[in-house]
């Protein structure tokens, strides 16, 4: 299990959800925090006019809901669909956390209760597709962590083995996979680890797990039979990134194991960071990694920047002969 450091403080509910079983067994599990009815997980009142500086407080906060919005969005990476599941935000803190572009300083965990619901709509659609589909599940939160709180990864891995066509795959920074190294998966859930030097996991990735334990999840899944991915992601060309990136690589050809490295691909993302992220960073976290650097970013439209593509390129190229030299033919599935 995680540690969630008396994660939630309190619940912030749509009276709707307690009309499903998992509203009802979020309230039983809960029952002892503060309960708060609001009209719309979309907008509450209190935490929208909140300063920037209480945003770690209200990660503190989670937020239960019934999800109303459904539409698949195609992919063109790892899936072939991105899908609107059970939950969107997150407790931890990473700094350059792409939901706070979305959801400002609102980016706290939401579950929605409605699975059901949502698991009929993914089996419908995969069984209709003429080939075989890849589901991605966890654009939105990641739902290791998710699952702490809903119990909702052994519900979903389950039902898709039972009744769906192609596979479901999300990504993750936490290392609590014990509840699913036993399920009957039947190979169609691909688990993706995220892994980063310890510099960035303990700096920038707040509130997530050690890298140690990451590759030792990785390795129990695949060993459990999963399709495994790994994403480096996001890379953060800090002042000295080459040293604590060419080690992270030299760290995995010696700790992942055998079955992975037969097995797995490489996602590589480089940070894409924003100005609402470095307004809400300042003033939450006085003391943090500057991620802005003017001299190595440039703007991508509407507040966003990114690397410089020179830079881009040249870290592209560094992390791709390192992979070849320590990772061999483990194939890199795409850079952006």
């Not at 945003?55 to 992919?75: A, E, I």
């Amino acid at each position: 299990m995680l540690n969630l450091n008396g994660f939630p403080d309190a619940v912030y509910f749509e009276a709707e959800a307690l009309d499903y079983p998992l509203g009802r067994e979020l309230y039983s599990k809960y029952r002892a925090l503060p309960w708060h009815e609001i009209e719309s997980h979309n907008a509450i009142a209190e935490m929208q006019r909140s300063e920037n500086r209480e945003f770690p407080r209200l990660k503190r906060h989670l937020v239960v809901g019934v999800r109303k919005t459904h539409k698949y969005v195609q992919n063109h990476k790892v899936s072939d669909w991105l899908v609107p599941y059970t939950s969107s935000g997150c407790a931890a803190m990473c700094l350059y956390c792409y939901l706070v572009c979305n959801y400002n300083k609102c980016s706290y965990l939401r579950v929605f209760v409605n699975r059901e619901q949502m698991m009929e709509t993914l089996l419908r659609r995969a069984k209709a597709s003429k080939e075989p589909q890849t589901f991605e599940i966890g654009s939105n939160s990641d739902l290791v962590l998710e699952n702490e709180i809903t119990g909702n990864l052994p519900w979903t891995i389950e039902r898709f083995a039972e009744g769906g066509r192609g596979s479901i795959t999300f990504p993750t920074k936490f290392s609590a996979v014990a509840p699913l190294l036993k399920l009957k998966h039947e190979g169609r859930t691909i688990f993706r680890m995220s892994l980063n030097p310890p510099e960035i996991i303990k700096k920038v990735e707040l509130g997530t797990s050690p890298l140690p334990e990451r590759i030792k999840a990785l390795n129990e899944m695949c060993e459990a039979g999963y399709k495994v991915g790994i994403l480096l992601a996001p890379v953060i060309m800090l002042p000295g990134w080459e040293k604590i990136y060419g080690e992270l690589i030299e760290e995995m050809e010696a700790e992942l194991s055998e079955s992975v490295k037969k097995q797995a691909f490489i996602e590589i993302i480089f940070m894409t960071y924003s100005y609402v992220q470095n307004i809400i960073n300042t003033e939450a976290f006085p003391g943090a990694v500057k991620l802005f650097d003017r001299e190595r970013m440039t703007g991508r439209g509407r507040g966003k920047y990114c690397y410089k593509e020179t830079l881009r390129v040249e870290g592209e190229a560094f992390l791709r002969e390192h992979i070849k030299r320590s990772l061999g033919g483990m194939p890199v599935l795409y850079v952006v």
